[in-house]
């Protein structure tokens, strides 16, 4: 019952997942070997878990000790039945082996293994534990010295037990030249821990003879918001290369104007690509403003979510778009074919000084805009972006022109150095225009130093991966050096470095200017984007309308009232098939799954209410 009354959010989840990478199993995740060692129990105390902790490893138990204490006083006192603690210790135990249990832990997450905060169950221990320590509270526990005694030696003992488990792994990973420290905490902490756990013990112990007084109480209440306060402070220790907070505040006051300013307003859509480093410069580490869209209420590209859907995260980056992982796009690696694509009708540049300049491509803007049948024959080749972007254009035409030339290579010289080849090419464009960089198979974490001429070049990453990177403007035939580094040998670098024909590509844009998809209200989107209309002129040489929005079965499509099928295009965006002439398309949006969960959820609600009612008449019949 409990399962079918929340499927009206559990069966549009499910359905939402599978569309995204989450839906592939990996072996692995599955066998039945420990998650964690029992340095764990470091996070029994004020300070071991922080941040980078949380992110990749061992779960965070900290709840304070009043309820650790409380937890122990459940099991160890004679005052709770002994059935009561058999169903508690099974329910612990369960989700506690959930979590060190690889097998298990995977299970619970929805049989695919998160890639940082590894265990999230973690947080219905601490509700468990917290329940458990307040009945135990209720039920008088708390006044057994003798069962407080034992419960205080045993979270001591565990505390003990998991920092000399984090001291040897120390050792191990010094030893072994491992690269992460498993356990942040050390000997302060732990001496601060144990000074808090004996405090509390001992305001526990004399409030045991000493029920009615209210300075115990109140003492004992200091006591828990003095332990709680500090794990707080502790635990934002390694918090501080997020920056200050009067800095971030003020940067982001200052954007937001900035950016309401340029995207307020807007009479037809189109997608801004937004580089704030008056933003970035609040924090003190790399900040890639993955989902400031979201943050500053605009539209873009740029997004970090586990729910993004596959098809679409792949076609992006098979088109160059800098991916770290399945879980993140960026408009980094963005050239004037995906910018028409994706309807990139504006570059805005705040400066960190709050000066700022912005660039309009009126021709960009549209939901999208007609091309040839042609489209859906398009199908990207793994790790060839320039050839994929040729062909998204050919597709688009009907024709096979070719935007992106090869350089000619005049000399390539590479080193392997620690694992890194290191490159220095010599290279002719046979183009005048934008030069382009795109090294696909190295690792996000390598930092490419890119130089040319000898500069290093400027780019907005710190740390770059498998975009294309823009090397600067050139003219044909004049030779000039690149250097750049690669975690991978590359097997051809004329498939890597090309030149860009910006004039003829300018007119291609403009041809294709007069077939835009024009919405009507674009200002509405932000709060009714799953209900809105366009208009768009279609011809027999441009009949589909290539939508930039990711491919989702919640879509729904009319011409002129009238439904009509959406296709998946290039990979993983819409696409519509239309007869020449001027349409009007009404588009809505149903959330996959969710009205067969509003459904279930109906039945399960019928049932309960069935259930008390029965359960309700069946004790009215055990009294008469």
Same mark, same amino acid.
């Given at each position: 019952?409990?399962?079918?009354?929340?499927?009206?959010?559990?069966?549009?989840?499910?359905?939402?997942?599978?569309?995204?990478?989450?839906?592939?199993?990996?072996?692995?995740?599955?066998?039945?070997?420990? @998650?964690?060692?029992?340095?764990?129990?470091?996070?029994?105390?004020?300070?071991?878990?922080?941040?980078?902790?949380?992110?990749?490893?061992?779960?965070? /138990?900290?709840?304070?000790?009043?309820?650790?204490?409380?937890?122990?006083?459940?099991?160890?006192?004679?005052?709770?039945?002994?059935?009561? =603690?058999?169903?508690?210790?099974?329910?612990?135990?369960?989700?506690?082996?959930?979590?060190?249990?690889?097998?298990?832990?995977?299970?619970?997450?929805?049989?695919?293994?998160?890639?940082?905060?590894?265990?999230?169950?973690?947080?219905?221990?601490?509700?468990?534990?917290? /329940?458990?320590?307040?009945?135990?509270?209720?039920?008088?526990?708390?006044?057994?010295?003798?069962?407080?005694?034992?419960?205080?030696?045993?979270?001591?003992?565990?505390?003990?037990?998991?920092? /000399?488990?984090?001291?040897?792994?120390?050792?191990?990973?010094?030893?072994?030249?491992?690269?992460?420290?498993?356990?942040?905490?050390?000997?302060?902490?732990?001496?601060?821990?144990?000074?808090?756990?004996?405090?509390?013990?001992?305001?526990?112990?004399?409030?045991?003879?000493?029920?009615?007084?209210?300075?115990?109480?109140?003492?004992?209440?200091?006591?828990?918001?003095?332990?709680?306060?500090?794990?707080?402070?502790?635990?934002?220790?390694?918090?501080?290369?997020?920056?200050?907070?009067?800095?971030?505040?003020?940067?982001?006051?200052?954007?937001?104007?900035?950016?309401? @300013?340029?995207?307020?307003?807007?009479?037809?859509?189109?997608?801004?690509?937004?580089?704030?480093?008056?933003?970035?410069?609040?924090?003190?580490?790399?900040?890639?403003?993955?989902?400031?869209?979201?943050?500053?209420?605009?539209?873009?590209?740029?997004?970090?979510?586990?729910?993004?859907?596959?098809?679409?995260?792949?076609?992006?980056?098979?088109?160059?778009?800098?991916?770290?992982?399945?879980?993140?796009?960026?408009?980094?690696?963005?050239?004037?074919?995906?910018?028409?694509?994706?309807?990139?009708?504006?570059?805005?540049?705040?400066?960190?000084?709050?000066?700022?300049?912005?660039?309009?491509?009126?021709?960009?803007?549209?939901?999208?805009?007609?091309?040839?049948?042609?489209?859906?024959?398009?199908?990207?080749?793994?790790?060839?972006?320039?050839?994929?972007?040729?062909?998204?254009?050919?597709?688009?035409?009907?024709?096979?022109?070719?935007?992106?030339?090869?350089?000619?290579?005049?000399?390539?010289?590479?080193?392997?150095?620690?694992?890194?080849?290191?490159?220095?090419? =010599?290279?002719?464009?046979?183009?005048?225009? =934008?030069?382009?960089?795109?090294?696909?198979?190295?690792?996000?974490?390598?930092?490419?130093?890119?130089?040319?001429?000898?500069?290093?070049?400027?780019?907005?990453?710190?740390?770059?991966?498998?975009?294309?990177?823009?090397?600067?403007?050139?003219?044909?035939?004049?030779?000039?050096?690149?250097?750049?580094?690669?975690?991978?040998?590359?097997?051809?670098?004329?498939?890597?470095?090309?030149?860009?024909?910006?004039?003829?590509?300018?007119?291609?844009?403009?041809?294709?200017?007069?077939?835009?998809?024009?919405?009507?209200?674009?200002?509405?989107?932000?709060?009714?984007?799953?209900?809105?209309? #366009?208009?768009?002129?279609?011809?027999?040489?441009?009949?589909?309308?290539?939508?930039?929005?990711?491919?989702?079965?919640?879509?729904?499509?009319?011409?002129? #009232?009238?439904?009509?099928?959406? =296709?998946?295009?290039?990979?993983?965006?819409?696409?519509?098939?239309?007869?020449?002439?001027?349409?009007?398309?009404?588009?809505?949006?149903?959330?996959?799954?969710?009205?067969?969960?509003?459904?279930?959820?109906?039945? #399960?609600?019928?049932?309960?209410?069935?259930?008390?009612?029965?359960?309700?008449?069946?004790?009215?019949?055990?009294?008469?």
């Amino acid at each position: 019952m409990a399962a079918s009354l929340a499927a009206f959010l559990l069966v549009p989840t499910v359905i939402g997942m599978l569309a995204t990478c989450k839906s592939s199993l990996n072996p692995v995740s599955f066998l039945p070997i420990p @998650r964690f060692l029992p340095s764990v129990f470091t996070a029994l105390g004020v300070g071991a878990t922080n941040f980078a902790s949380r992110l990749n490893h061992e779960p965070a /138990l900290f709840v304070g000790s009043l309820f650790t204490l409380g937890l122990w006083l459940y099991w160890l006192s004679p005052l709770i039945t002994r059935q009561r =603690k058999r169903a508690s210790f099974w329910l612990v135990g369960a989700i506690f082996f959930g979590m060190l249990i690889s097998t298990f832990d995977t299970m619970w997450h929805m049989f695919q293994m998160p890639a940082g905060f590894p265990f999230r169950e973690v947080y219905m221990l601490s509700f468990v534990v917290i /329940l458990l320590g307040y009945d135990a509270w209720q039920a008088g526990a708390f006044y057994d010295r003798s069962s407080l005694i034992k419960a205080i030696t045993l979270t001591i003992s565990l505390l003990l037990a998991g920092y /000399l488990t984090a001291y040897l792994e120390k050792i191990i990973v010094r030893v072994t030249n491992w690269k992460f420290t498993y356990v942040g905490a050390n000997h302060w902490h732990l001496l601060v821990a144990l000074l808090l756990i004996i405090f509390i013990g001992m305001l526990l112990w004399y409030q045991a003879s000493h029920r009615a007084s209210f300075l115990v109480k109140l003492a004992l209440l200091f006591g828990v918001s003095l332990e709680l306060g500090t794990n707080f402070s502790m635990a934002l220790g390694g918090t501080d290369e997020y920056g200050e907070q009067h800095r971030f505040a003020t940067a982001f006051q200052q954007s937001k104007k900035i950016i309401d @300013r340029h995207t307020g307003h807007q009479k037809d859509f189109g997608r801004t690509n937004l580089d704030n480093r008056l933003y970035k410069a609040s924090f003190n580490i790399n900040y890639n403003q993955y989902n400031d869209a979201l943050l500053f209420n605009f539209f873009g590209v740029n997004s970090y979510t586990s729910s993004m859907n596959k098809n679409t995260h792949d076609a992006l980056a098979q088109l160059g778009l800098y991916s770290r992982n399945e879980r993140r796009i960026s408009v980094n690696g963005v050239t004037p074919v995906t910018e028409q694509l994706l309807r990139l009708d504006q570059r805005l540049v705040i400066e960190q000084d709050g000066s700022y300049r912005v660039h309009h491509d009126a021709r960009n803007r549209g939901l999208g805009y007609a091309v040839s049948e042609q489209i859906n024959t398009y199908h990207p080749v793994s790790n060839q972006v320039f050839t994929n972007l040729n062909q998204l254009v050919q597709k688009e035409q009907g024709r096979t022109n070719n935007y992106f030339l090869a350089n000619q290579i005049e000399l390539a010289q590479v080193q392997k150095q620690a694992g890194i080849y290191r490159y220095t090419v =010599k290279t002719t464009p046979r183009i005048t225009g =934008k030069q382009y960089l795109a090294i696909p198979t190295s690792s996000p974490n390598q930092p490419l130093a890119v130089k040319v001429n000898g500069r290093r070049l400027k780019t907005s990453e710190h740390q770059l991966g498998a975009e294309i990177i823009p090397v600067g403007k050139f003219a044909k035939g004049q030779t000039y050096t690149i250097q750049f580094n690669s975690s991978t040998k590359l097997a051809n670098l004329q498939n890597n470095l090309v030149g860009f024909d910006d004039a003829g590509f300018d007119r291609y844009v403009t041809a294709t200017n007069p077939y835009r998809l024009k919405i009507s209200h674009p200002e509405r989107l932000k709060l009714k984007g799953h209900d809105f209309k #366009g208009t768009i002129k279609t011809t027999t040489k441009r009949p589909v309308v290539l939508i930039s929005l990711p491919y989702d079965r919640g879509w729904q499509l009319t011409d002129g #009232g009238k439904p009509v099928k959406i =296709k998946k295009t290039v990979g993983g965006l819409m696409s519509v098939h239309l007869t020449p002439g001027n349409h009007v398309l009404h588009f809505k949006y149903q959330t996959p799954g969710l009205r067969l969960g509003m459904l279930i959820s109906a039945l #399960g609600l019928v049932a309960t209410a069935g259930f008390w009612w029965w359960f309700k008449d069946q004790n009215k019949r055990g009294v008469d």
